[in-house]
């Protein structure tokens, strides 16, 4: 038995590992074994957390994509990507904490594919947002890069634990439970005037 739990644990530090690397292989270039297999890796923990002035330092990305309307003028609408909370209360957009082995853009995009699943690009940075944890009296520094979605897994970490959904703007501001992500949603509406509806 202890054999076993040693294994596990190596196992589990290895792919710690590689993971950063892997991440960066583009994703069509990996045999399908080896992409579910990295994308069932997910970090946990907070030893390698950022706090910057007392303040943890999270960061997260608004995934969204263009789609096509029903209307006539075909215009383009714009629709961003919600995931479930992890205590199943309420829809939010993926973040978490930036680590100290990563920039906050590969912190943001490696947080969305654990949580959502999607691999995009990256705009420019929103933000900062300040907020306390609900769950203890932590100070929070947040902030958001806008994703367009270029691929959705079909397992990615969280897969088990979370919803994700295709919402319009509107949708987006009335079932996204945090305000702070609601500014961040605003700002970028502004960046895409197309999108004020």
């Known amino acids: 038995m202890r054999h076993l739990s040693f294994f596990l644990s190596n196992l589990t530090n290895f792919f710690n590992f590689l993971f950063p690397f892997l991440i960066k292989i583009?994703?069509?270039?990996?045999?399908?074994?080896?992409?579910?297999m990295v994308s069932l890796a997910s970090r946990s923990g907070r030893h390698l957390q950022r706090y910057e002035e007392?303040?943890?330092?999270?960061v997260g990305c608004i995934p969204y994509r263009y789609k096509k309307s029903q209307e006539p003028s075909s215009v383009e609408e714009l629709e961003v990507l919600v995931i479930s909370a992890q205590n199943g209360q309420g829809m939010l957009f993926p973040k978490g904490g930036w680590e100290n082995d990563e920039s906050m853009e590969e912190a943001a995009k490696r947080e969305t594919e654990e949580e959502a699943g999607v691999i995009g690009v990256v705009g420019d940075k929103l933000g900062p947002w300040h907020y306390q944890?609900?769950?203890?009296?932590?100070?929070?520094?947040?902030?958001?890069?806008?994703?367009?979605v270029k691929e959705e897994l079909d397992c990615w970490p969280e897969k088990k634990i979370r919803e994700?959904?295709?919402?319009?703007?509107?949708?987006?501001?009335?079932?996204?439970?945090n305000r702070w992500m609601r500014e961040a949603l605003e700002e970028l509406v502004r960046l895409h005037p197309q999108a004020q509806s």
Do not use: D, F
């Not at 583009?26 to 579910?36: A, D, W, Y």
């Not at 994700?164 to 439970?177: F, G």
């Open 26 to 36: 583009p994703s069509k270039s990996l045999p399908v074994q080896i992409k579910t």
């Open 54 to 58: 007392g303040y943890r330092l999270v």
């Open 133 to 148: 944890s609900k769950r203890s009296c932590i100070m929070h520094e947040s902030y958001m890069y806008p994703l367009l």
């Open 164 to 177: 994700r959904r295709w919402v319009t703007i509107n949708e987006a501001r009335e079932v996204c439970h």
